[in-house]
C-alpha cells in the first residue's frame, strides 16, 4: 500500500480550501498538509475550523512570506519525516484539477518512476482559457529553461508527485532556491542525476478566485536564476 499525503502551500485563499477539502479530503480520503505564508484573509481560520473536523487535515502556519519553494520544501521534509511514500504538491488555487490524482498514482507505479509532472505543452488546448498575455509569459519562460537548463520537461509547474520511497532526501534538496524558482531548480537536479521523469498532459485551468502571487520580481529573479543554475550549479 502506498502511503499519500498532498503539500498545497497557501498566501490569501480563503474562497479555496472548501474547494480543496471537498475534492481531496472527502472524494480521495488523501491527507492534506496546508503550509500556509501568514494569511491575512481568513484562510489560517478556514484551515483550522477544517482540521477539527477531519484528522486528514494537517497545517503549518509561519509568520511571514519565506516563498513558495520553501514551503513546497518544508512539506517534503514533513512528509519524509512521517514516512509517506508519495508526496504530491499542488497549488490552492485550483488550477490543478485533484482529478488527475490518481492518473498520475498509476502512472507513477506502472513505470517504476520517480517523478510525475503535469505539462502545459503536451497539448495546444492546455492553456485555452489563460488570457493571451499570461499565455505569453508562460509560453517564454518554458522555451527560456528548455533552451538555458537543455530540458525537454514543463519544469515550473507545481501539480507534481514524487516517490520519495526511491528518491534520496539529499538529492531533492540539491535546490536552494526558496522562491518560485525551487520547482524548476529541483527537476534540474533530478534529471541530471538520472532520476525517472516522466510528463503528462494537463489542462490547466486559469485562476477563477482570488489573486495570482507571482510578482514581476519573482519573474526577473527566475531569469537570473536560471543562467546561475546553468553556469554554477552543484553537479
Not at 498566501?11 to 494569511?39: A, R
Request: overall charge positive.
Amino acid at each position: 500500500m502506498l502511503f499519500r499525503s498532498i503539500i498545497i502551500p497557501t498566501l490569501n485563499e480563503n474562497d479555496n480550501i472548501n474547494y480543496l477539502f471537498k475534492l481531496i479530503v472527502k472524494k480521495f480520503k488523501i491527507p492534506i498538509l496546508f503550509i500556509d505564508d501568514n494569511s491575512k484573509d481568513g484562510t489560517q481560520e478556514k484551515i483550522l475550523r477544517l482540521s477539527k473536523k477531519s484528522n486528514l487535515i494537517k497545517y503549518i502556519f509561519r509568520k511571514r512570506r519565506y516563498g513558495i519553494g520553501s514551503a513546497h520544501k518544508e512539506g517534503i521534509r514533513w512528509a519524509y519525516k512521517n514516512k509517506f511514500n508519495v508526496c504530491f504538491t499542488m497549488d490552492a488555487d485550483r488550477t490543478h484539477n485533484p482529478f488527475e490524482i490518481n492518473k498520475m498514482l498509476k502512472i507513477l507505479k506502472k513505470n517504476n518512476a520517480h517523478v510525475i509532472i503535469t505539462s502545459r505543452f503536451i497539448k495546444k488546448s492546455s492553456l485555452k482559457d489563460w488570457p493571451i498575455f499570461r499565455k505569453i509569459i508562460t509560453k517564454i519562460r518554458y522555451h527560456l529553461v528548455k533552451i538555458i537548463l537543455n530540458t525537454h520537461l514543463d519544469s515550473s509547474g507545481g501539480f507534481r508527485c514524487y516517490n520519495i520511497s526511491k528518491i534520496k532526501k539529499k538529492d531533492l534538496f540539491l535546490a536552494g532556491n526558496n522562491g518560485y524558482f525551487f520547482l524548476i531548480e529541483s527537476l534540474f537536479y533530478l534529471e541530471k542525476l538520472n532520476y525517472k521523469i516522466i510528463e503528462i498532459h494537463s489542462n490547466l485551468k486559469y485562476r477563477s478566485s482570488g489573486q495570482s502571487k507571482m510578482r514581476l520580481v519573482d519573474i526577473l529573479s527566475a531569469l537570473v536564476n536560471l543562467f546561475k543554475l546553468s553556469f554554477f550549479n552543484k553537479i
